[in-house]
């Protein structure tokens, strides 16, 4: 058999109405070689090539399943429904995977990446992409309609008959567009007879214009008023409206006798002029309803309103384009337009004889029109007329897409025409053919002039009479007849007329209308007469002029014949139109065509030219071209009488340049068969000649198509016809043209490349080499039919001769186009596509060992890397070689190898990778995806066998990829996309025997490949996000900085974004291209894409309609490609962007299968030890398996996910954790190997081994987190059943299960920065939130509205509940069941590690054997969830502290929930370090130095007890850890060794030695900002031994230098006489539903010392006081006494601030019952805070002293101030009474211990304290001073001597209402009886209580007497009378006490 096929199909029926020239020509055709030719190109059937253009039968299409993602809880569903079954979520999903892909999980990746797979328009993209069109059957027109005529109301009453015409008419041309099409309209009461059964008219037209109308002339029985007695004014007037019984009697009567007819009425119709009708039939503008004119602005005049029903468009109008069911735009010309009606209500009156400037002239029309109306309705046909029309058949539009969206090529050879040849016409299947065809065919006046090759045989003359001037007022009319000759004048003229019905018999005469007494008469009849084949000279017209009297009363009226006219035929033809007066001779005689004749007869008016006619030609037979009709002449005498070329002939071949292109291209077929009918059965000369003519001729044709063309390489359609449909050189019994044809363009290319001059043809001859390669193949496949078939494809072994000739002629194409691809790249192009497809064509003709010659040939001129352009040669050349039909079965060149053209054409492509120019990288990219998508669509190829061999043919480009990686690297993101998918088809297809030897090759190629599918999996990631309008992922939570991200797999793999913006570049580009369209086509969202495109562009781009491009215009703006690709997706129909979501899911998740198919594969292999697994540690499955699971993957994954993954972690668990070791862990192992040692040690146990396993399992356990975080729950059980599987295996094979918590803490953190973790509660009810567990918890709590208003997120919710069910075992094991695994996966099981491990653990002590063997049990899995959840509700606590500043900037709050975070991630140091730094921060900006420096201080300790955990460095000890601990106390954690293990990886990677000096430092600096030295010199001398280390004494000396200025800093402050105070302390309560999570609650603030009462109180009213207009403002509580929350208003808020003291002392607090320790000295941390509150028993707060009661508040805070945050909660408070003694007790004994403890300090560091031992702080001030005083009474040096002066002035002057004096005064009476002193109201004091006061009294007195002493021995001679003063005022001062106390001096010396 033959692969092309040649098919005779029989030519459709002729459209129209026109003549069968059959029995006129046949006869002369064989005597007429010229005229056999026409009869051949217009009748004879289409001779095509089947499968010329490729054949395509696409594989049916697959059902793509909705895949259903995970998704945000909050979101709705993907597809399906939710509903709640016992508090539990379940998802019922309505779709199921398609599983019907045999052993494989999904299918094809390439099927979902080009789910439109568009053979067409993929293969239109080749240079000069040759298209097949549908063969010609009739002229291409613009525009066709039809005219049907309803019906015609005459007002008077229709009694006679009433006949018209109508035609096209041109206004501004003033004639005839079109020929007349007749009708008539009879009386109802006329029996017999009825209305002219032809009603519709079909007119077409080139271009709509303006002055184009519908001309309707009515005409009745000829008749006068004396006759009949009617005047013609009864069809005008107004009254009486209609004619009487007599009137229409006599009417009726007359027409019946009457056989001629004379003008009535007429009208013209506008039919495009949108400005007159509001649009017609759809050809103006867009209008419906109905739309009147007056008849004044109508062209032509419509007499009265014309009413327009219906609507329609046409292009170019502002007509709504028509969109289909699928969203494309269908131009409204192919799918026609609704009838449109019209009504005429009255025609103008016919009075006289009318012109054409009366036709045009509103002026001359009669005020009286003619009360006629009729009424029409237009139509607009569907498609442009004809078949002609071109146009690619086949290629898959919108309507071809079925329910799945995928394009349908099933059966679209693109050239079997033979089922297209039945719609004759070739309009839409849909529409009805006989409809169609129903109705008179007006011929078109315009296709004579057209450049269109004729479609039928016509031979036609239309005549016109236009006026006879005759000297008197006759009654005329004209017949016309044809005459063959003049001899006799009584035989019947040639039946050659056509009569006004249709169907009718042809006539011998036809007859005009009747001009009644007018001079000139004029006439408007058309006379269409059939011309005879061959016309002779004796052919003549003859013109009778007739005058009928009406006058006369007879029932007939006789003509009598008054003239005669004659027009030889010759004259008419010599043009296509013309113009004629005549002379009018009275009589005739025989041979009046004889010039002896005619000077015998006797002319009207002398014989001067008084009859004027016009003619019109019509034929399809003879040309207008002399030179053209000599050319047909010399052909017929050179077939008939000699076969040797004649000088004439040559000369007329050569004449055939200056003929005009009009009618070349008329007759085109016919010419280029007779030239190739020379060239191929003729002499050399006569072959050259012919040869250089037609090229010629197909030149000019082609260029005639260029200014129409957008395409300059486009093929002229005409010459496609005829290669395609017309040439046939054996079915004209001729002998093969493609040996002449090859051999003369051989010659005349050879005589060019010697230097030879050719002239002009030789360059056109390479513009239409084309068209001379394709009439070569067709004329070698048309001599292969002749050939006897067999059961095997047939090919033609061309002779040494013919293909050493193709050979020459093919190599100097080749040079031509590496001549022209820089001087002229346009011809290049279109001469390189032309030999692509001459080689393609071969394929199938000739047989494959000469066709692989040329192939070589061409590609061994364009070797390697090319030059841009040539190489663009090369790549398309082998894009239409390898896309032939028969490429798979094409064999090799050789014996080892299969297939020749898959070898050069993967070479090439990858070759093309690494060309320096993108265009060319892309397009070898593209080339490989169609190719392999080709494959995977065609029918053909479905079977298993022939699948695996075809991806064995393209596996060696997947090992070219492997070899040369970098040049894959170096390609473009769409580029990539494209070869991975390939990649995954062939692999998909390929063995397990062919995969394995692949795999065994090379351990790099391997790894390569695995890199390769994780590339393939973010590449075809499914991200919506990316997609969605407005999408951006969530920042992290907190402020500027945050947890660390998680390396996203785009971000590993260097995965650039789109470059430019598209629908979605995860779909393959013509996929794109379709939704474009339906973008465009979408009519509901023209008006929405107008103003987008308008708003992108700023208004620069005006009347913007569909056609414009919106992704265009988006790449021309500045708009981001995220931005711009949200636009593209909201311009896509509904069904486009359900399609696409649907395709890109598809994508992604048939990629994901198949990488975890082969993922399954190599694992089996390893595990049977087919393929090393020493290389790597099993990277190739923990690569793919990490970027898997951190992708979002649809549930259809899930299912076969789980047990393929429990099965990896079986086989290969030990070897996944025992990954690679890190870059930072070899690097530290190569730095102490060279230093030859260990430098402190190997720290916790662990060897730098496993590492990589550390990063595996973050990565796993971040991934498998996430995922439990979202819906379905399908998704959410899988993730965390995974993530147990995986928790299990790492139990069992990590001996660190600290590390591993850390581990799993890392994670947890990285996936919570990324989620959305507070959400706004939604009013529908849903799961409970656990808003209130998290406020409740929270340290702090928050401020503000806001944060009140928001809860947990459902994603917390789900990842709470996921880790909630971790450690519950029941439930596990039926999800195993689900899941189809054993039960075994998660028992408690320790696997035998081996002979050698058992010893190694023989060695071990049996606690840490223990220890190893309850690894995996619940209660570590529980202990793991404790630890997991506490993150969570952390992470909760701190996201809802951060949402409270969105409505109050409550800095407390930042600090707060910095201070929470560091808290929850305590065991992990890097985490703890992070937040602890963000925490020092926020202090930093509030001007908290001394919390700024605890945060410093806190990471310091972490930072060194890591490094002697680790051993690194052993300059710091335990003593110096107490040290930060004391000052920080919260920093005081109980670090496990085993938390700092994996510090090289992550976790503790902050543990440096560098890191503790810094934040000593910072520590330092912050104190010393605080005016805390004593801190400040304690954090430096901690860096004092490491600097002594190493020798560093440039800091040691710094150091000491900062320290000596510190120490300076202390003395000035405690030698000044005003008191240091660090702080002030506050406590603050927050009541009001406003404070929600602190309502209730009382905090101690730490302020600046600077910070008073006020200050605060603004300060906390502005922070705390945001509130919306309708609420209250914040209240402030004046008073400091309890709170009684429900005492205050409901709806208001209270803030109650009072100040508080720290407690500080010595002694005991004799009414509370507990010490008060004294502080370290320099160290004032507090954790008790006080205040009192007076009072008095009346319920006033201030009274007498006696009076005067005192309440004490103690408030306990949670941890000491200062601390790491500014305030503490209290968490206990006790309130105590103090009555009046007791309060004076207090009074008295305070300024007691104040001087007391003064003369001690100063005592102390003067020195004079030495003798009581120590220092002076560590001992009771009384003993010192006393050891002072027993020391001598020599001088002392005080160094604060003012300050003991100032104390001394306040206590022993005398006061009369305060001070000892006012006490006793209060409590004693005056001059008592006795010894003893005695109350002043015994009944309120017990003796007890007095005594307390007398000793208290006492003691003070002895206190000051010793102060006055040493402040004697202090002063000198200056102050010796301050001294005095002193002394005199103390014994003053004892006086007047001894009068309330008698014996005051005794007690005193006694004390």
């Given at each position: 058999m033959s692969l092309l096929e040649i098919k005779y199909v029989p030519r459709p029926p002729t459209l129209g109405q026109g003549s069968n020239l059959d029995s006129m020509i046949l006869p002369e055709a064989e005597e007429v070689p010229h005229l056999r030719e026409l009869d051949f190109c217009v009748n004879a059937d289409f001779v095509h090539i089947e499968n010329k253009y490729g054949t395509f039968i696409c594989e049916p299409h697959l059902t793509f399943a909705k895949q259903v993602f995970p998704s945000n809880p909050g979101d709705p569903p993907p597809g399906g429904t939710y509903r709640q079954n016992g508090g539990e979520e379940e998802y019922e999903d309505p779709y199921v995977g398609d599983r019907s892909m045999d052993e494989h999980y999904g299918g094809s990746t390439i099927m979902a990446y080009d789910p439109l797979f568009n053979w067409d328009s993929e293969r239109a993209a080749v240079i000069g992409h040759r298209l097949p069109i549908r063969p010609i059957t009739s002229p291409s027109v613009g525009t066709r309609f039809?005219?049907?005529?309803?019906?015609?109301?005459?007002?008077?009453?229709?009694?006679?008959?009433?006949?018209?015409?109508?035609?096209?008419?041109?206004?501004?041309?003033?004639?005839?567009?079109?020929?007349?099409?007749?009708?008539?309209?009879?009386?109802?009461?006329?029996?017999?007879?009825?209305?002219?059964?032809?009603?519709?008219?079909?007119?077409?037209?080139?271009?709509?214009?303006?002055?184009?109308?519908?001309?309707?002339?009515?005409?009745?029985?000829?008749?006068?008023?004396?006759?009949?007695?009617?005047?013609?004014?009864?069809?005008?007037?107004?009254?009486?409206?209609?004619?009487?019984?007599?009137?229409?009697?006599?009417?009726?009567?007359?027409?019946?006798?009457?056989?001629?007819?004379?003008?009535?009425?007429?009208?013209?119709?506008?039919?495009?002029?949108?400005?007159?009708?509001?649009?017609?039939?759809?050809?103006?503008?867009?209008?419906?309803?109905?739309?009147?004119?007056?008849?004044?602005?109508?062209?032509?005049?419509?007499?009265?309103?014309?009413?327009?029903?219906?609507?329609?468009?046409?292009?170019?109008?502002?007509?709504?384009?028509?969109?289909?069911?699928?969203?494309?735009?269908?131009?409204?010309?192919?799918?026609?337009?609704?009838?449109?009606?019209?009504?005429?209500?009255?025609?103008?009156?016919?009075?006289?004889?009318?012109?054409?400037?009366?036709?045009l002239d509103p002026k001359k029309k009669s005020q009286k029109p003619v009360r006629v109306s009729m009424h029409f309705e237009v139509e607009r046909l569907p498609g442009p007329a004809g078949g002609g029309a071109g146009g690619a058949g086949g290629s898959v539009t919108p309507q071809s897409l079925n329910s799945s969206g995928r394009g349908v090529n099933r059966a679209r050879s693109q050239d079997s025409m033979s089922s297209d040849l039945d719609d004759v016409a070739m309009v839409p299947r849909s529409l009805s053919v006989s409809r169609f065809l129903s109705g008179f065919q007006a011929i078109d006046f315009t296709d004579m002039v057209r450049a269109e090759p004729f479609t039928?045989?016509?031979?036609?003359?239309?005549?016109?009479?236009?006026?006879?001037?005759?000297?008197?007022?006759?009654?005329?009319?004209?017949?016309?007849?044809?005459?063959?000759?003049?001899?006799?004048?009584?035989?019947?003229?040639?039946?050659?007329?056509?009569?006004?019905?249709?169907?009718?018999?042809?006539?011998?005469?036809?007859?005009?209308?009747?001009?009644?007494?007018?001079?000139?008469?004029?006439?408007?009849?058309?006379?269409?007469?059939?011309?005879?084949?061959?016309?002779?000279?004796?052919?003549?017209?003859?013109?009778?002029?007739?005058?009928?009297?009406?006058?006369?009363?007879?029932?007939?009226?006789?003509?009598?014949?008054?003239?005669?006219?004659?027009?030889?035929?010759?004259?008419?033809?010599?043009?296509?139109?013309?113009?004629?007066?005549?002379?009018?001779?009275?009589?005739?005689?025989?041979?009046?065509?004889?010039?002896?004749?005619?000077?015998?007869?006797?002319?009207?008016?002398?014989?001067?030219?008084?009859?004027?006619?016009?003619?019109?030609?019509?034929?399809?037979?003879?040309?207008?071209?002399?030179r053209l009709r000599d050319f047909f002449h010399q052909f017929d005498r050179h077939m008939l009488e000699a076969p040797l070329p004649r000088e004439d002939l040559l000369e007329a071949i050569n004449a055939l340049k200056t003929v005009d292109v009009v009618v070349l291209m008329q007759f085109l077929y016919p010419l280029l068969n007779m030239l190739l009918c020379m060239i191929g059965n003729g002499v050399e000369t006569l072959q050259v000649a012919a040869f250089r003519a037609m090229i010629n001729v197909v030149s000019r044709v082609q260029l005639e198509l260029a200014p129409q063309s957008s395409a300059p390489m486009e093929r002229s359609r005409f010459l496609v016809h005829f290669v395609d449909f017309i040439f046939d050189d054996l079915g004209r019994n001729q002998p093969p043209v493609y040996p002449g044809l090859s051999n003369v363009w051989r010659s005349l290319a050879r005589s060019k490349s010697r230097g030879f001059r050719v002239g002009p043809v030789y360059a056109e001859a390479l513009q239409m080499a084309w068209f001379v390669l394709e009439l070569v193949v067709k004329s070698m496949d048309l001599e292969l039919a002749q050939v006897p078939q067999g059961d095997e494809i047939a090919r033609l072994r061309l002779e040494d001769e013919v293909f050493l000739c193709i050979r020459q002629l093919f190599e100097c194409l080749l040079a031509e186009v590496h001549e022209k691809a820089d001087s002229d790249p346009p011809l290049a192009k279109s001469l390189s596509s032309s030999i692509s497809f001459f080689c393609y064509d071969l394929i199938s003709v000739v047989d494959p060992p000469q066709v692989f010659e040329l192939v070589g040939l061409f590609l061994s001129q364009f070797v390697g890397v090319c030059p841009p352009m040539q190489h663009m040669f090369k790549l398309h050349f082998l894009r239409i070689v390898c896309d032939h039909d028969l490429y798979i079965e094409t064999p090799g060149r050789g014996p080892t190898e299969k297939n020749y053209l898959t070898t050069v054409l993967l070479k090439d492509l990858f070759v093309s990778l690494d060309h320096e120019d993108p265009s060319q990288r892309s397009l070898a990219a593209r080339m490989l995806a169609f190719q392999v998508a080709k494959h995977e669509y065609d029918a053909r190829y479905q079977q298993p066998e022939l699948k695996l061999y075809i991806a064995q043919l393209y596996m060696p480009i997947v090992n070219m990829i492997l070899d040369e990686v970098e040049t894959f690297n170096t390609l473009g993101v769409i580029q990539r996309r494209q070869i991975l998918v390939v990649m995954l088809t062939v692999v998909r297809n390929l063995d397990s025997d062919t995969l394995l030897k692949?795999?065994?090759?090379?351990?790099?190629?391997?790894?390569?490949?695995?890199?390769?599918?994780?590339?393939?999996?973010?590449?075809?990631?499914?991200?919506?996000?990316?997609?969605?309008?407005?999408?951006?992922?969530?920042?992290?939570?907190?402020?500027?900085?945050?947890?660390?991200?998680?390396?996203?797999p785009d971000a590993l793999l260097a995965v650039e974004p789109p470059p430019i913006p598209m629908f979605s570049d995860r779909v393959s580009l013509a996929t794109n291209d379709l939704l474009d369209e339906m973008a465009r086509g979408d009519a509901k969202a023209m008006l929405e894409r107008e103003q987008i495109i308008r708003k992108v562009t700023g208004g620069a781009v005006s009347g913007a309609k569909g056609s414009v491009s919106l992704r265009d215009v988006l790449a021309r703006s500045r708009m981001s490609p995220k931005d711009a690709m949200a636009l593209l997706r909201q311009n896509l129909p509904p069904s486009a962007s359900t399609k696409l979501l649907l395709w890109e899911s598809s994508v992604a998740a048939w990629c994901s299968l198949q990488v975890l198919e082969i993922l399954e594969k190599f694992s089996d292999m390893a595990a049977d030890g087919l393929v090393a697994t020493d290389y790597a540690c099993m990277d190739c499955l923990t690569g793919p398996l990490s970027v898997m699971l951190a992708l979002p993957q649809p549930m259809s994954f899930w299912e076969p996910f789980v047990p393929a993954f429990a099965e990896m972690l079986r086989l290969h668990g030990k070897a996944m954790l025992d990954g690679p070791p890190s870059a930072a862990a070899t690097a530290a192992a190569a730095a102490a190997a060279e230093a030859g040692g260990d430098v402190g040690g190997s720290g916790g146990g662990s060897s730098a081994v496993g590492r990589g396993g550390d990063m595996?399992?973050?990565?796993?356990?971040?991934?498998?987190?996430?995922?439990?975080?979202?819906?379905?729950?399908?998704?959410?059980?899988?993730?965390?059943?995974?993530?147990?599987?995986?928790?299990?295996?790492?139990?069992?094979?990590?001996?660190?299960?600290?590390?591993?918590?850390?581990?799993?803490?890392?994670?947890?953190?990285?996936?919570?920065?990324?989620?959305?973790?507070?959400?706004?509660?939604?009013?529908?009810?849903?799961?409970?939130?656990?808003?209130?567990?998290?406020?409740?918890?929270?340290?702090?709590?928050?401020?503000?509205?806001?944060?009140?208003?928001?809860?947990?997120?459902?994603?917390?919710?789900?990842?709470?509940?996921?880790?909630?069910?971790?450690?519950?075992?029941?439930?596990?094991?039926?999800?195993?069941?689900?899941?189809?695994?054993?039960?075994?996966?998660?028992?408690?099981?320790?696997?035998?590690?081996?002979?050698?491990?058992?010893?190694?653990?023989?060695?071990?002590?049996?606690?840490?054997?223990?220890?190893?063997?309850?690894?995996?049990?619940?209660?570590?899995?529980?202990?793991?969830?404790?630890?997991?959840?506490?993150?969570?509700?952390?992470?909760?606590?701190?996201?809802?502290?951060?949402?409270?500043?969105?409505?109050?900037?409550?800095?407390?709050?930042?600090?707060?929930?910095?201070?929470?975070?560091?808290?929850?991630?305590?065991?992990?140091?890097?985490?703890?370090?992070?937040?602890?730094?963000?925490?020092?921060?926020?202090?930093?900006?509030?001007?908290?130095?001394?919390?700024?420096?605890?945060?410093?201080?806190?990471?310091?300790?972490?930072?060194?007890?890591?490094?002697?955990?680790?051993?690194?460095?052993?300059?710091?000890?335990?003593?110096?850890?107490?040290?930060?601990?004391?000052?920080?106390?919260?920093?005081?954690?109980?670090?496990?060794?085993?938390?700092?293990?994996?510090q090289s990886e992550f976790g503790a990677s902050s543990l440096t030695v560098e890191g503790a000096v810094k934040h000593l430092q910072m520590a330092s600096n912050f104190f010393y900002k605080a005016e805390l030295f004593h801190f400040c010199a304690e954090m430096l001398a901690l860096l004092l031994p490491l600097f002594r280390v190493r020798h560093d004494y440039k800091q040691l000396t710094k150091t000491h230098n900062k320290i000596a200025s510190i120490y300076e800093n202390v003395e000035q402050q405690e030698t000044s006489p005003i008191p240091f105070k660090d702080a002030c302390y506050y406590r603050v309560g927050f009541y009001g539903e406003r404070f929600r999570y602190i309502d209730g609650r009382e905090f101690i603030y730490r302020e600046p010392r600077d910070v008073r009462l006020g200050d605060i109180m603004e300060k906390l009213k502005a922070l705390y006081d945001a509130r919306s207009p309708d609420e209250e403002p914040l209240q402030i509580i004046q008073d400091s006494r309890q709170v009684d929350p429900s005492a205050l208003k409901p709806n208001l808020v209270y803030m109650q601030i009072t100040a508080v003291e720290p407690v500080v002392g010595i002694g005991e607090d004799r009414w509370l019952g507990r010490p008060l320790e004294p502080p370290i000295a320099g160290t004032p941390t507090f954790s008790c805070f006080f205040f009192d509150t007076p009072f008095t028993p009346n319920g006033k707060q201030q009274g007498k002293m006696e009076d005067q009661w005192k309440r004490r508040t103690l408030l306990y805070t949670q941890s000491t101030l200062p601390s790491l945050i500014s305030r503490q909660p209290v968490v206990r408070s006790e309130v105590r009474e103090y009555s009046p003694i007791q309060c004076a007790v207090e009074i008295i004994e305070s300024r007691s211990f104040a001087l007391e403890a003064e003369m001690a300090s100063q005592l102390g560091d003067s020195g004079a304290a030495g003798a009581a031992g120590g220092p002076a702080g560590k001992k009771d001030p009384a003993a010192v001073v006393a050891a002072a005083m027993a020391a001598g009474s020599g001088p002392l040096q005080l160094p604060r001597?003012?300050?003991?002066?100032?104390?001394?002035?306040?206590?022993?002057?005398?006061?009369?209402?305060?001070?000892?004096?006012?006490?006793?005064?209060?409590?004693?009476?005056?001059?008592?009886?006795?010894?003893?002193?005695?109350?002043?109201?015994?009944?309120?004091?017990?003796?007890?209580?007095?005594?307390?006061?007398?000793?208290?009294?006492?003691?003070?007195?002895?206190?000051?007497?010793?102060?006055?002493?040493?402040?004697?021995?202090?002063?000198?001679?200056?102050?010796?009378?301050?001294?005095?003063q002193l002394e005199q005022s103390l014994e003053d001062l004892e006086k007047e006490i001894s009068a309330f106390i008698p014996g005051l001096r005794k007690r005193a010396s006694a004390y």
């Open positions: 039809s005219v049907r005529i309803l019906g015609l109301n005459v007002q008077a009453g229709l009694v006679e008959p009433v006949c018209g015409t109508m035609c096209l008419y041109h206004a501004e041309r003033r004639e005839k567009a079109s020929e007349d099409f007749h009708f008539q309209f009879l009386p109802p009461q006329w029996d017999g007879e009825s209305t002219s059964p032809d009603t519709r008219a079909i007119f077409s037209v080139d271009k709509e214009s303006a002055a184009l109308c519908l001309l309707v002339q009515l005409e009745k029985a000829a008749s006068e008023e004396s006759v009949n007695g009617i005047k013609p004014a009864v069809y005008t007037r107004k009254d009486p409206p209609t004619l009487t019984e007599k009137e229409a009697a006599r009417l009726s009567e007359w027409a019946q006798v009457m056989p001629f007819r004379e003008p009535f009425a007429w009208i013209t119709i506008p039919l495009f002029d949108s400005s007159v009708t509001g649009g017609v039939g759809g050809f103006g503008a867009a209008g419906g309803g109905s739309s009147g004119v007056g008849s004044s602005g109508s062209l032509g005049g419509v007499g009265g309103v014309l009413g327009v029903e219906g609507g329609g468009g046409t292009p170019g109008s502002g007509t709504s384009p028509v969109v289909d069911s699928n969203g494309m735009r269908v131009p409204a010309y192919e799918l026609g337009g609704p009838p449109v009606q019209i009504d005429i209500p009255s025609l103008n009156r016919a009075k006289e004889c009318y012109t054409d400037d009366q036709l039928r045989l016509v031979h036609l003359l239309f005549v016109y009479p236009q006026q006879v001037a005759l000297p008197k007022k006759l009654n005329l009319f004209v017949r016309t007849e044809l005459r063959m000759d003049d001899l006799d004048i009584q035989r019947p003229s040639v039946e050659a007329i056509f009569p006004k019905e249709r169907n009718g018999p042809m006539l011998r005469t036809a007859s005009t209308q009747v001009v009644q007494g007018t001079r000139p008469a004029l006439f408007h009849d058309e006379v269409k007469i059939q011309l005879p084949a061959a016309v002779a000279p004796s052919h003549h017209l003859l013109f009778t002029f007739f005058h009928i009297d009406l006058s006369l009363r007879s029932d007939r009226p006789k003509p009598v014949a008054v003239g005669y006219a004659v027009m030889p035929l010759a004259a008419a033809l010599q043009a296509f139109k013309g113009e004629v007066n005549l002379p009018i001779s009275k009589d005739l005689q025989p041979r009046y065509l004889q010039e002896s004749t005619k000077s015998r007869l006797t002319y009207w008016e002398e014989g001067r030219p008084i009859f004027r006619v016009r003619t019109r030609l019509f034929s399809s037979l003879l040309p207008l071209s002399d692949s795999w065994k090759q090379s351990d790099v190629r391997t790894r390569l490949f695995f890199t390769l599918l994780q590339q393939a999996l973010v590449l075809f990631q499914h991200n919506p996000q990316l997609m969605a309008a407005g999408s951006k992922p969530r920042p992290p939570s907190g402020s500027k900085s945050g947890p660390s991200k998680a390396a996203s595996l399992l973050k990565d796993l356990f971040g991934s498998l987190l996430r995922q439990m975080a979202v819906r379905p729950e399908f998704i959410r059980k899988r993730a965390l059943l995974c993530l147990l599987l995986l928790l299990r295996n790492a139990l069992l094979h990590m001996r660190d299960v600290e590390r591993l918590r850390v581990i799993l803490t890392v994670a947890l953190s990285e996936v919570l920065s990324h989620m959305r973790l507070l959400h706004s509660p939604s009013p529908s009810p849903g799961p409970t939130s656990r808003s209130s567990s998290v406020s409740s918890s929270a340290g702090g709590g928050v401020s503000g509205a806001a944060a009140g208003d928001l809860v947990e997120s459902v994603e917390v919710e789900k990842l709470r509940l996921s880790l909630e069910e971790l450690g519950t075992e029941d439930k596990w094991f039926q999800l195993l069941d689900e899941c189809g695994l054993p039960s075994i996966c998660l028992e408690i099981v320790v696997e035998d590690e081996g002979e050698e491990e058992e010893e190694e653990e023989e060695e071990e002590d049996e606690e840490e054997e223990k220890r190893e063997r309850d690894r995996w049990t619940w209660a570590n899995v529980e202990e793991t969830q404790d630890m997991l959840l506490t993150v969570v509700d952390a992470a909760s606590q701190h996201e809802q502290l951060m949402e409270g500043l969105k409505t109050s900037n409550d800095k407390y709050a930042i600090v707060e929930s910095y201070y929470i975070l560091a808290q929850a991630y305590g065991h992990v140091p890097d985490l703890y370090i992070m937040w602890m730094l963000h925490l020092c921060d926020a202090h930093q900006e509030m001007n908290q130095w001394a919390e700024a420096a605890q945060c410093a201080v806190s990471v310091a300790g972490i930072v060194i007890r890591g490094l002697q955990i680790a051993s690194q460095e052993l300059v710091w000890d335990e003593e110096h850890l107490e040290v930060l601990w004391s000052i920080c106390p919260l920093a005081r954690h109980q670090w496990r060794a085993r938390a700092f293990s994996s001597l003012q300050t003991l002066q100032r104390l001394l002035q306040g206590s022993v002057a005398l006061q009369v209402n305060s001070g000892v004096l006012g006490v006793c005064m209060a409590f004693y009476q005056a001059n008592p009886q006795g010894a003893n002193p005695r109350a002043k109201e015994p009944e309120k004091l017990q003796p007890s209580e007095l005594e307390m006061l007398t000793a208290a009294i006492v003691r003070f007195v002895v206190v000051c007497k010793r102060a006055v002493v040493v402040h004697g021995r202090a002063v000198t001679e200056v102050d010796r009378d301050f001294q005095e």
